[in-house]
């Protein structure tokens, strides 16, 4: 039984109010307090409720990242590369003349020896010069043609070699894009239940709405927990603070800029860099589990970084549902 003035709990079958007074009527109910009667919340409300928020922001920014490398790298996959086939300039290179040449060349010589070995006479003589001359010639002309022929075969057969190589290398991406994009879908399925109970954690209507994002939560969670202010709102409250040192440069406010030169804010705003480095870490791990089981055409083991945090979210989750339900059963309403 309850009071219908204060909302006191009272022992059964009592007629006055042991805490304001008030006349009890044995029908009394509960009363559940409203928005309107909501109290201010204390210091260690605003760490509860800010933790929360700074945890889903998180899991937010560490799913973007990764569903971002996870495309990065499918976008790369399964085009087909530009080979350059090498052009051969028919058999007057110099070289090949030269080649053909010096082997012709040595043959002739030897025949020529031979022949002038068993034949006397100056008529065979000369006639021996003309058939070396000829047989020179000839075998030039026979011997370049020949290894032009070798030559050109060996660049078809290192072209059809490297075609046939990336014909491979695209089918298999092919196969590794499908797991990739299977990958990247369960990320956006996380991803999307992780925006809809931020959203019902914001619609407790604790934070102001231009205050919603992970730099403002991580670092007012911060001056909350080091005791530079216990409240959010008045001249020394965690929003005046924040926009003082964001107008005076003291910290930096855009989340781009903060990843561009993460490790300059470390000094001055040493929680948000603590966060990014950790869930920069994790989505490095996690992105390159899922590049590598993709390559090896494997699902998600288990045991693996990327089940574990899927693990977390669910389990970290389940506890920040119950903490709105309870919030929104006492009427918890601060702005």
């Given at each position: 039984?309850?009071?219908?003035?204060?909302?006191?709990?009272?022992?059964?079958?009592?007629?006055?109010?042991?805490?304001?007074?008030?006349?009890?009527?044995?029908?009394?109910?509960?009363?559940?307090?409203?928005?309107?009667t909501a109290s201010?919340?204390?210091?260690?409300?605003?760490?509860?409720?800010?933790?929360?928020?700074?945890?889903?922001?998180?899991?937010?920014?560490?799913?973007?990242?990764?569903?971002?490398?996870?495309?990065?790298?499918?976008?790369?996959?399964?085009?087909?590369?530009?080979?350059?086939?090498?052009?051969?300039?028919?058999?007057?290179?110099?070289?090949?003349?030269?080649?053909?040449?010096?082997?012709?060349?040595?043959?002739?010589?030897?025949?020529?020896?031979?022949?002038?070995?068993?034949?006397?006479?100056?008529?065979?003589?000369?006639?021996?010069?003309?058939?070396?001359?000829?047989?020179?010639?000839?075998?030039?002309?026979?011997?370049?043609?020949?290894?032009?022929?070798?030559?050109?075969?060996?660049?078809?057969?290192?072209?059809?070699?490297?075609?046939?190589?990336?014909?491979?290398?695209?089918e298999e991406e092919?196969?590794?894009?499908?797991?990739?994009?299977?990958?990247?879908k369960q990320l956006?399925?996380?991803?999307?239940?992780?925006?809809?109970?931020?959203?019902?954690?914001?619609?407790?209507?604790?934070?102001?709405?231009?205050?919603?994002?992970?730099?403002?939560?991580?670092?007012?969670?911060?001056?909350?927990?080091?005791?530079?202010?216990?409240?959010?709102?008045?001249?020394?409250?965690?929003?005046?603070?924040?926009?003082?040192?964001?107008?005076?440069?003291?910290?930096?406010?855009?989340?781009?800029?903060?990843?561009?030169?993460?490790?300059?804010?470390?000094?001055?705003?040493?929680?948000?860099?603590?966060?990014?480095?950790?869930?920069?870490?994790?989505?490095?791990?996690?992105?390159?589990?899922?590049?590598?089981?993709?390559?090896?055409?494997?699902?998600?083991?288990?045991?693996?970084?990327?089940?574990?945090?899927?693990?977390?979210?669910?389990?970290?989750?389940?506890?920040?549902?119950?903490?709105?339900?309870?919030?929104?059963?006492?009427?918890?309403?601060?702005?």
């Amino acid at each position: 039984m309850f009071c219908s003035k204060c909302g006191k709990e009272l022992v059964e079958n009592v007629l006055f109010c042991s805490y304001c007074g008030n006349k009890i009527e044995q029908t009394t109910k509960m009363v559940v307090p409203t928005s309107n009667t909501a109290s201010k919340p204390n210091i260690e409300d605003l760490k509860e409720y800010f933790s929360y928020a700074k945890k889903l922001e998180v899991d937010k920014y560490t799913l973007n990242s990764t569903v971002e490398k996870i495309r990065k790298k499918k976008s790369g996959l399964g085009h087909k590369r530009t080979i350059v086939r090498k052009h051969f300039d028919g058999g007057f290179n110099y070289f090949l003349w030269a080649e053909a040449s010096l082997v012709v060349t040595i043959i002739a010589l030897i025949v020529f020896g031979i022949i002038s070995s068993n034949v006397d006479g100056e008529y065979f003589g000369l006639l021996s010069v003309g058939t070396h001359f000829c047989i020179t010639l000839i075998g030039t002309v026979l011997g370049v043609a020949i290894i032009v022929i070798i030559k050109k075969k060996k660049i078809e057969d290192e072209y059809s070699a490297l075609v046939s190589k990336d014909k491979k290398r695209v089918e298999e991406e092919k196969g590794q894009i499908s797991v990739l994009a299977n990958q990247e879908k369960q990320l956006l399925e996380k991803l999307n239940k992780v925006d809809e109970l931020l959203a019902n954690l914001y619609s407790l209507d604790v934070i102001y709405p231009k205050y919603r994002e992970l730099i403002p939560v991580v670092t007012m969670l911060e001056y909350l927990e080091s005791g530079r202010c216990d409240e959010l709102t008045g001249a020394n409250g965690a929003y005046n603070i924040y926009e003082s040192e964001v107008r005076q440069n003291i910290i930096i406010s855009s989340l781009g800029r903060v990843i561009s030169m993460l490790g300059s804010i470390r000094d001055n705003q040493y929680a948000l860099y603590q966060v990014l480095q950790h869930s920069n870490s994790l989505v490095e791990g996690m992105s390159s589990e899922i590049e590598k089981l993709a390559e090896s055409n494997y699902a998600i083991a288990k045991n693996s970084k990327t089940a574990a945090y899927y693990s977390q979210i669910a389990a970290d989750s389940t506890k920040i549902s119950a903490y709105i339900d309870s919030c929104n059963f006492r009427g918890i309403k601060y702005i």
